[in-house]
């Protein structure tokens, strides 16, 4: 049993957080001399349950030669036997709270360690970064502390139990706990010490905290500095200490004189002692405030003097002038609104797990950036204090996130008071750890735990505590209503997965006071984030909306080494756990290895800075500031005008000033050319200097105005030809045919998991209708009435007319066209249409039209599904770099749809992961008259009505040419 707490089971009792744990504060830098890291190889040793865990697992000697893991890391992720689970809303493991699961593993980690002579004259305290679930620790056999919440550090004071020379340090991780229960969120279940471990010496009285406000008054841009200096006195109080406090820019320019404060010593002083606290302010005339746009920071330094007059100790915090409130349904960040281009990130390491470094974290910022995105919501916990280091120096809005999740018990933990303690410990330790960052502007009180006493109650704490920010919480307007429910608890209505037309309706209502700031939407499963250019159209239109989180930055493959040698990146199920939630882990916009998915360009392109649309006048166009604080100097402008897809003149484009928020119209830079094609002006904005996130030239926004139409198709009389054979028929490796069906994505239906649906209520239906159907099996040509011909041209080529009329018990089909197969030597694709990459009618406004060319795509889902689409394409050819091409004119109508991949929709429907995908020897071709969109049905809003195939006629004709 473990000594002192074995009998009473701490990680049972959801009432009992903490055991000798000190006090959160904001981290405070340490020189080298005073700071040991304890990252590295552990010894260690796995029980089955906490029970079981011996005494002489944590006495006596560290343990040599045996079994070692790496921290930080999750011991999940480190070949033993106990593995990841996946589960989205369920628990992994019967309930009610707090039940625990017979067996429960529980690691050991043992090292040794020494610390400096002169460290014993002072304080050593043990900082453990996160723990999942549930830690304690000993030192020396003696027990020194224990503490819950993963993602939060807990630190103890150790120094009772140090001996001269070697020390060895036990700290017992147990899997889960009756905190689990607040920590159901839709991730993997890891355990370990997945972050940072060290032992730091502080004075005897030293520095404890230092928490600074820096506010900005808007009516004449004065800085508003304020810094409350806490002294820790490990002896008894005493008089004559004193806290010297300036600021300083980064460079060492003083702007605000020092302050000198005694600290207060006399504890016994009811209504007077308010703690050994030193205050410092001052109003600063002139600086430059943070934003994302322009993330300026300050240096606030503190010394804490002796009675003697000596520097005891000295340290400093980082902080940004800035003012963040909510007014007039707006979010507004230094008396301006700002978008929201946001995404919610969860940490995730495809080999670590949980475990992420600094570099990991700048990693996901950079390609963020680049893809425009400019906020974050930590989904769903706090992150590692680097990640918000980040974010303040580099420029990022965060909604820092409470630990707090009861996703299988949403609506009963918010109002157990078994529970309540939890609540306030894990909101109130974030927000004590995190609050000199300007990068945050909101605290969220969590995700998804109903809305009940307890999260009022936190809101209360955090408004007291810091009311320099709004709050944010989804569950209290869901509860509640979008115009008055839970304004106790949410500053913003932060609805998730809502439909474009019920924001409209919310912004054009005018009623309530809040923003409406979607904190989930658009869910990334697969081939997805169809519609974000409608949500977009209405975001930007419409008064009271400010943007939104997409749902999520990364997928959540975890890489796995199956038995022949081959890896692969592995969902919910693969590791054998069970219950779990299958690829719904895999729902990111970015790979676990970072590679982008195709979405990602349409992501940058509605969250881009600046935008082109036609002027209100004929021959002019308008340039609009989407930016907040800075103009568009940043960027060199270019355009190019294109007839029928051929650039006929480029030029570069001297732009006005133009304001923040602000349009600005200009003459076009060039006219409309004589003729009857179809032409389109692009303009394009490209960073004129290297950033942290991208090099110049990076492309940061683009937009193509149709200055022409294209003419309508005008179905001529048909030539005289013939209909014997042609070239393209000795080129087919499979005949052209009717085609209904598409390998379903995720969004039409969960193909690995057709009872998830049914069990959480979320998740497209196309796939069972289509299914119910049989069109994933009986013949198109059964389904629907189908008639065509061929003509054979005197030159060789062939034209193809197809008629299909979908009855009326068929709506919605997944797509009408054909498909067939040309030798895989043709291994080039150049096309007239919308591109580069892949795109979908309801995610196509990012892909301009024009002249592209490019290989066959490769299936870039971790759940094979279909992919690899062009819309609008009005002639694709199809290239053997040594033998000539097959090309396809598109007759009726203007445009087809077209894909050409190595992969049949059944290959793509029977997989299930990967690496059970064989490209083909051949090019497998869709030509497609019509294409259902992607929409977000796996957790949000289906396909929208305009992107749906109706029943009725379909009529299609295109040439095929053999060059």
Known sequence: MLPVIGALRPWADPELLSLHRLAAHVPLPADAGSRRSLNGRWAFELFDTPESVPASAVEGGTPTGGLTVAVPGNWTMQGLADLPHYTNVQMPFPGPPPTLPPRNPTGVYRRRFTVPAGWRRQQVVLHVAGAESVHAVYVNGTFVGYGTDSRLPSEYDITAALRPGANELAIVVVRYSAQSYVEDQDQWWMAGLHREVLVETRPLVHVADVRCIADLRMVDGAG?????????????????????????????????????????????????????????????????????????????????????????????????????????????????????????????????????????????????????????????????????????????????????????????????????????????????????????????????????????????????????????????????????????????????????????????????????????????????????????????????LQGGFLWEWKDHGLRQRLPDGTARLAYGGQFG????????????????????????????????????????????IRITNRQSFVGLEAYAVAWDLRVAGEVVQTGKLALPAVPPSSSVDITAPCRVTDGTDEVHLSVRFTLRKPTWYAPAGHLVAADQIELRRAPRVRVKARRRGSDGRAAIDDLLVSPIELSLWRAPIDNDGFKLMPDLSRRIGVGGTGLVRWQDAEVDTRPAEELVEHTWDRLVESDGSVEYRHRVVVPDSLPDLPRVGVTFALPARFSRLRWFGRGPGENYPD??????????????????????????????????????????????????????????????????????????????????VHLDVAHRGLGTGSCGPDVMPQYRLGTGAFVFAYRITVA
């Open 224 to 544: 508003l500095l304020s810094v409350a200096t806490t002294v820790g006195f490990v002896v008894e109080p005493a008089a004559g200490w004193l806290v010297r406090t300036w600021a300083e820019t980064l460079a060492g320019k003083r702007v605000a004189a020092p302050q000198i404060a005694p600290v207060p010593h006399v504890f016994e002083a009811p209504y007077l002692f308010s703690g050994h606290v030193a205050h410092a302010s001052w109003e600063l005339k002139a600086v430059a405030p943070w934003s994302a746009e322009g993330p300026n920071r300050y240096r606030v330094c503190v010394e804490l003097v002796a009675p003697d007059g000596s520097v005891a100790q000295a340290t400093s915090q980082l902080v940004g002038f800035r003012h963040v409130e909510v007014s007039d349904r707006q979010l507004l960040v230094n008396g301006q609104p700002i978008w929201i281009f946001g995404v919610n990130r969860h940490d995730h390491h495809p080999d670590r797990g949980k475990a992420v470094t600094a570099d990991d974290m700048r990693a996901d910022l950079e390609l963020m950036r680049r893809h425009n995105i400019t906020a974050v919501r930590t989904s769903h916990y706090p992150n590692d204090s680097t990640f918000y280091d980040l974010c303040d120096e580099l420029g990022i809005y965060v909604i820092d996130e409470a630990n707090i999740e009861s996703h299988a018990y949403n609506t009963s933990l918010c109002d157990d008071p078994r529970y309540l303690a939890s609540w306030l410990a894990r909101g109130l330790r974030m927000v004590r750890r995190d609050i000199n960052h300007p990068s945050i502007i909101v605290w969220s009180l969590g995700n998804e735990s109903g809305y009940g006493t307890s999260h009022d109650a936190l809101a209360g704490w955090i408004r007291k505590h810091d009311p320099s920010r709004p709050l944010h919480y989804e569950g209290a307007p869901f509860h509640e209503g979008w115009v008055r429910g839970g304004l106790a608890a949410s500053d913003i209505v932060c609805p998730m997965y809502a439909t474009v037309e019920a924001i409209r309706q919310y912004g054009e209502s005018g009623k309530g006071t809040r923003p409406l700031i979607l904190c989930e939407y658009s869910h990334a499963m697969g081939n997805s984030n169809g519609s974000l250019a409608d949500y977009w159209a209405v975001i930007s239109a419409t008064p009271g």
């Open 577 to 620: 756990e069970h219950p779990h939630d299958g690829n719904f882990v895999a729902d990111g916009l970015v790979s676990a290895d970072l590679e982008p998915h195709p979405a990602m360009h349409e992501v940058a392109w509605v969250y881009r800075p600046v935008t082109v649309q036609p002027g209100r006048r004929k021959g002019t």
């Open 843 to 924: 995610r196509n406004s990012g892909s301009p039209l024009g002249i592209w060319e490019g290989d066959p795509d490769r299936s870039p889902y971790l759940v094979p599904q279909e992919f690899g689409l062009r819309t609008d394409c009005r002639w694709f050819e199809f290239i053997d770099p040594r033998r000539g091409c097959v090309r396809v004119d598109v007759v009726q109508p203007h445009a087809l749809h077209v894909s050409a991949t190595h992969f049949t929709a059944a290959d793509l429907t029977a997989a299930t992961t990967a690496t059970e995908l064989s490209a083909r020897d051949e090019l497998v």
